[in-house]
């Protein structure tokens, strides 16, 4: 079994900061892309930044570079999401995915968070 629990949501005013971090857990033996995505309400969910285990790290959307950063802790099977001034149009759940191969197991499935919420408003 293979959890990922993301962490760090929470309100901010707009120009405010928030680091977000997403844990694995469980039977691992290795894990490939580490990534983030976000959801608003009546909007498609959208890939915002990925991390490999080479050390690459790629911002996809637009609308944050520049202001988002990702990082990963390969000990800790952890991925980080830091958010800088952060605008209302940031508002959104963020949700936390990453490619993972159990110990035993002779494939990589993927596997999602619950979501945290991220709410931007004065």
């Known amino acids: 079994q293979v959890q990922l629990v993301e962490s760090g949501g929470g309100l901010v005013q707009p120009g405010g900061s928030l680091r977000l971090s997403c844990a694995a857990s469980?039977?691992?033996?290795?894990?490939?892309?580490m990534a983030w995505y976000r959801q608003a309400p009546g909007k498609q969910r959208e890939l915002v930044a990925s991390?490999?285990?080479?050390?690459?790290?790629?911002i996809h959307a637009d609308s944050v570079k520049g202001r988002f950063t990702i990082s990963r802790d390969n000990a800790e099977n952890t991925v980080y999401l830091q958010m800088n001034s952060l605008k209302p149009e940031d508002t959104a759940v963020y949700v936390c995915?990453?490619?993972?191969?159990?110990?035993?197991?002779?494939?990589?499935?993927?596997?999602w968070g619950q979501g945290t919420q991220v709410t931007v408003s004065s």
């Open positions: 991390s490999a285990p080479g050390g690459v790290m790629a």
């Open positions: 995915g990453a490619g993972v191969r159990q110990t035993h197991a002779s494939s990589t499935n993927y596997y």
């Open positions: 469980g039977s691992i033996f290795s894990i490939d892309v």
